[in-house]
């Protein structure tokens, strides 16, 4: 693996949910983020992928400390984000940035395109004019200078994902943490917005920490990939070992969930139904989180959490009894 | 040949909003066979949910639709509420996005469905009650006698989705209508509701009308599928056609921009859907398409027999070979 860039060690999220029960006030914890460790290299995408409720989200802003984790430390470029005070962390979030799933929220109805993409540069008091700096983005997405001077109602859900982009690379990050970034898109437009990040990452070189649902998306895109249940990561790796040998009996489920547009797959393909919905993360069940859902669960799943361990074709999983 | 249930003739909808008149369907005809899972695919704004919203007669009053839905030979366009009535839930059933907000929060599920049979049927308060828990196990809820008399509130997603497809299931319908039922849920959640959509068809013969826009979900569950681009079809097909050799260049592109294993680089629809206000003239495609021609922009392309395809392209037959997607 290159350089390694982000180093995520034992990262906890837990936030407090107040239960106003009649008159009994309770007080739960909804563990979003359990002892989750992985790292990304330069120049590198982990996809991070799961189902909703999995905390790939809440890892993902955790990352950036736009939530503070519960514990755990996230190690950028050598530094420690925890360690950091406010205006260090604040400088530092140049190098950090992160592209939002709707297009349509993400943007200031009220300002112009050309002062949204140039707001990072003011806030982060980089001298002079900045309306080459906006243009040269503009381009740089695939939008045309002209645009600076419209708003975001002028524009589609494409076209303003590629605003976003523009915006989030003002400040040439070393790393964009990417949350569902085409999800909002339709199929035709989905394509060409991934195709600009991998322009843009073999241009410009930066990392990239790619969050979403949709796992074809994520193969594409990903060069490792991690599967989260739960707020846990259960399997972590290379995308051909994980896409291809999964080991994880639910990333294999996942997998195998996952419609192919290809009908006559579709037919020949073994499909793993999973029983029931996810549980909740205030009460998740002991020993491995997947055991409730899990056909090859034994008396040890519930006992024993299991551990991420290495496997034959070089990813990790965490499961008693992986699938070889 | 299976029976046709449902038949839709040059259908037109249009919305009067304060830019003007705005037409999100312009001539649709789609057949659907009794037992047969029809998938209808298109992107946002491509009229695909208007369509089944005027055969379901659900539009506002503000709409204006023309043209022929006929559902077991009765004309449903301009039928009188009192006749929509009683055609909806008994004939013709439909299930949306979001099943929460189809549910009455403060009525137990088995209420919920009992009031179903019992708008459509003679029964009993009891013997609606039997059947209600009869259908919550058909669509694989487990302990049917105990959910019945929970709320919507104490199922998960999933659950509730269920519960809508008990509920529009109820009465046996001739045609369900799914309006994209899994888009709101996760992914392992929808392997599930499909193979309940699937079960009800097998077991009732009941046929499906799947609105997606994942043609992932189409080539896993549909027989035929229909193709929509600003509100006209443009391509329609068995799946195994339609799959292998796709013939409107709108459906090739679909196909070809989706990500598939392998690294190959994405191939995206050049520009994008067009201002249904002011759709371009002739076939609505020709703005986006590598092969539109000047023809293109003269008159609106109808679906045409081209080999097992019918397909809404003037230049189909001149078009190089696609590749396959199967």
Redesign the interface.
Known sequence: MSEELLKVTNLVKNFELRVNNGARRKKRIVQAVTNVSFSVGKGQTLGLVG??GSGKTTVGRCILRLIEPTSGSVEFDGQDLGSLKFEELRALRRKMQIVFQDPFASLDPKMTIGSSISEPLIVQNVPGDHSDKVIELLELVGLSADHAQRFPHEF?G??RQRIGVARALALNPALIVLDEPVSAL???????V??LF?DLQSRLGMSYIFIA?D???V???ADRVAVMYLGKIVEIGEQQAV?EHPTHPYTK??LS??????????RSRH?I??E???PSPVNPPSGCRFRTRCWKAQDVCAQEEPMLTIRPSGQMSACHFPES | MAEKVLEIRDLHVTFDTPSGPLEAVRGVDLDVSSGELLGVVG??GSGKSVTFLATMGLLPARARVTGSVILAGEQLIGASPKQLRSVRGRLLSMIFQDPLSALNPVHRIGDQISEMLRSHQNLSASDAEKRAIELLDIVGIPQPSDRARQYPHEF????RQRVVIAIAIANNPKVLIADEPTTAL???????I??VIERVQERFGTAVVLIT????????VADRVNVMYAGRNVEQGT??SL?DHPSHPYTR???A?????G?Q??????G??PNMLNPPTGCAFHTRCEFAADICQGELPSLVSFGDLETACVRARDLPKSES??
């Open positions: 189902e909703s589609s494409g076209q339709d199929v035709s437009i989905q394509a060409g991934i195709n991998e649902h796992l074809s998306v193969r594409h895109i896409y489920a996942l969930a996952v419609p192919l547009p290809d009908p006559k797959t579709e499909r139904m999973l029931g919905d996810v | 992107e946002s998960s997603g999933g659950m996760d992914v392992t959640v929808q392997a599930q499909l193979e826009h994942d043609l992932g979900v189409i080539a896993r799946i195994d799959f592109g679909l196909l921009s989706l990500p598939r294993p690294k680089r994405l191939k995206p629809i050049t994008f859907p997607f199967a």
